[in-house]
C-alpha cells in the first residue's frame, strides 16, 4: 500500500485527507493518477494544478511508485 495524503481544495473535494492506493509492483505517476481520479471523480481537473510530493520530498511526473512510499497530493497554496 502506498499512503496518500490530500491536502486543501483536493482533500475537500474527496470528502478525505488520507487514502490507501494498493500498488503492486512500481507504478507510475500516470497510473496514480489514474486510480485517484477513478476513486475520486470529484478532483477530474485537479492533476495540471498539482504537485506531487513522496516521501516528503517533490517528484516529477516520471517518478515510479513503490509499497511503503507516502504520496502528498498538493495544490497551489498562497499565503502572505
Known amino acids: 500500500m502506498v499512503r ?3 491536502f ?3 482533500a ?6 488520507v487514502c490507501e492506493w494498493p500498488v503492486v509492483g512500481p507504478q507510475s505517476a ?15 481537473g485537479m492533476r495540471e494544478f498539482c504537485r ?3 516521501n516528503g520530498e517533490y ?11 507516502e504520496l502528498a497530493v498538493i ?4 499565503g502572505g
Open 4 to 6: 496518500v495524503l490530500l
Open 8 to 10: 486543501s481544495q483536493v
Open 12 to 17: 475537500l473535494r474527496a470528502g478525505t485527507g
Open 30 to 44: 500516470q497510473a496514480f493518477w489514474e486510480w485517484l481520479l477513478l476513486d475520486h471523480p470529484s478532483l477530474s
Open 52 to 54: 506531487l510530493a513522496r
Open 59 to 69: 517528484v516529477g511526473e516520471g517518478e515510479c511508485f513503490v509499497a511503503g512510499d
Open 75 to 78: 495544490p497551489p497554496v498562497s
